[in-house]
């Protein structure tokens, strides 16, 4: 048995579904595609604004630099860090 072909409103229908499930799709994935994106710069720029490291030391020239993966650190924790590394060894 063949196939009755779609009445002018069922294909209106079928369209609307199709472009809902394709609205659908591209709204998940501009969503995701923000948060993945958005998600390192937001938290680059809440990194930039501390002005103290998470035990209370000043983040300034002579107490912090920049490591190689663009981090600030502090030197005083570092040397605290690497005396208690030292300790253990």
Request: proline letters at 3%; a positive charge.
């Amino acid at each position: 048995m063949a196939h009755r072909p779609y009445t002018p409103w069922q294909r209106k229908i079928k369209f609307q579904m199709e472009a809902a499930k394709a609205a659908a799709y591209w709204t998940r994935y501009r969503s995701l595609h923000r948060k993945l994106h958005d998600g390192p710069r937001k938290a680059r720029a809440a990194r930039v604004v501390r002005t103290h490291c998470k035990r209370g030391h000043a983040f300034t020239e002579e107490s912090s630099y920049i490591n190689a993966d663009g981090a600030r650190v502090c030197r005083i924790c570092r040397r605290s860090n690497e005396a208690k590394r030292r300790a253990r060894d």
